[in-house]
C-alpha cells in the first residue's frame, strides 16, 4: 500500500502516520484492558477471513456463538442473528482487535455472529473507500447466510468513533440502494456531521481524549475533497432521516419464520 493517497497534503499525512504508530499502544492502555472484558462463555478464536470489496480483499474477525447457543436458536425456530462490528481509529488507525472485547460480549451474551473487518484508512486512501468496503461487506454479510448459518432478516451493525459513523453510512448507502438496511444500529460517539464548525464541539475536559483536532485531522486526510454535505459522509444530512427508524424495522420474507 502507498504511503499516501496523492491528493492528501504532505504535512496532514506525515500526522495521520504519527497517529497510526502510536495508536497501538493507545488502543491497549485504554481498549484493550482485561477489566473491560465481560463476556462470560468460552468462545472459540475467531476465524480469520477475507471479504471481497470494489476496493479489493478486505481481511477480517468471524466470531462465532458457543455451539449451545447456536442450537438453542434453531431449535426455537431461527438462525443466529450476526452484526457488523466497524472499529474506531479516526479513519486513520487500522486495529480491529481494540473492538475485540465487544465482539466477544456480543458473540457470548447476545448469542451472534460478529464480522470485524479491517477496512482501509488515511493517509493510504480517501472517502469513499471505507464507506463502500464497509457497505460490501454489509452485502456480503447478506449474501452468506446459506454458507455460515446466520439469518439475514436480523442484521444489526455499529461501533465506535469513526466505526459510529462508518455504520450510519452503510444505512444510508442501504437506503439509496433499495437494499434492505441494518435492523438496528449501536453507535457510540461518532460525528455524524462534519460540516459543523469545530468550535462547535466542546467538552468539559480541558483536554479531552477525543478534541476538535480529531475531525479536523479527518477532513485533512480522509475526507480531503470530499463534499462534507453528501449524506455518505454526514448521514446526519440524509434527507429523510425517518426511514432510519423504518430501516430498524424486521425485513419480512415470504415463507421464513419470524425472529
Known amino acids: 500500500m502507498p504511503f499516501k493517497d496523492a491528493a492528501i497534503a504532505w504535512r496532514p499525512a506525515l500526522l495521520a502516520r504519527a497517529f497510526q504508530a502510536g495508536f497501538p499502544i493507545l488502543s491497549r492502555v485504554l481498549l484493550e484492558s482485561p477489566k473491560l472484558r465481560f463476556a462470560t462463555k468460552p468462545l472459540t478464536v475467531p476465524a480469520r477471513i477475507t471479504i471481497p470489496t470494489r476496493h479489493g ?7 462465532r ?12 425456530g431461527r438462525r443466529p442473528p450476526v452484526h ?6 479516526a479513519f486513520m488507525a487500522r486495529r480491529p482487535e481494540q473492538a475485540d ?6 458473540a457470548s451474551e447476545v448469542g451472534c455472529y460478529v464480522v470485524l473487518p479491517d477496512y482501509d484508512v488515511a493517509p493510504q486512501v480517501r472517502f469513499p473507500v471505507a464507506e463502500q468496503q464497509c457497505y460490501d461487506v454489509y452485502a456480503w454479510i447478506l449474501g452468506q447466510a446459506g454458507v455460515w448459518g446466520w439469518d ?7 461501533g465506535a468513533g469513526a466505526g459510529a ?13 433499495g437494499r434492505p ?4 444500529a449501536s453507535l457510540e460517539y461518532g460525528v455524524s456531521d462534519f ?10 475536559l480541558r483536554f479531552p481524549m477525543i478534541g476538535a483536532w480529531i475531525p479536523r485531522m479527518v477532513r485533512a486526510t480522509y475526507l480531503a475533497g470530499a463534499d462534507l454535505a453528501d449524506p455518505v459522509v454526514s448521514p446526519a444530512a440524509y434527507p429523510r432521516l425517518g426511514d432510519f427508524s423504518a430501516a430498524a424495522r424486521p425485513h419480512r420474507r415470504p415463507g421464513r419464520p419470524q425472529a
Do not use: F
Open 57 to 63: 480483499d478486505v481481511g477480517a474477525l468471524l466470531y
Open 65 to 76: 456463538p458457543i455451539s449451545a447457543d447456536i442450537e438453542a436458536q434453531r431449535t426455537a
Open 84 to 89: 457488523l462490528l466497524l472499529h474506531g481509529g
Open 101 to 106: 472485547n465487544v465482539a466477544r460480549y456480543l
Open 152 to 158: 439475514e432478516s436480523r442484521v444489526s451493525a455499529g
Open 165 to 177: 459513523k462508518l455504520a450510519l453510512s452503510v444505512i444510508v448507502q442501504a437506503l439509496q440502494d
Open 181 to 184: 438496511a441494518p435492523v438496528a
Open 195 to 204: 460540516t459543523l464548525p469545530d468550535e462547535s464541539r466542546t467538552s468539559p
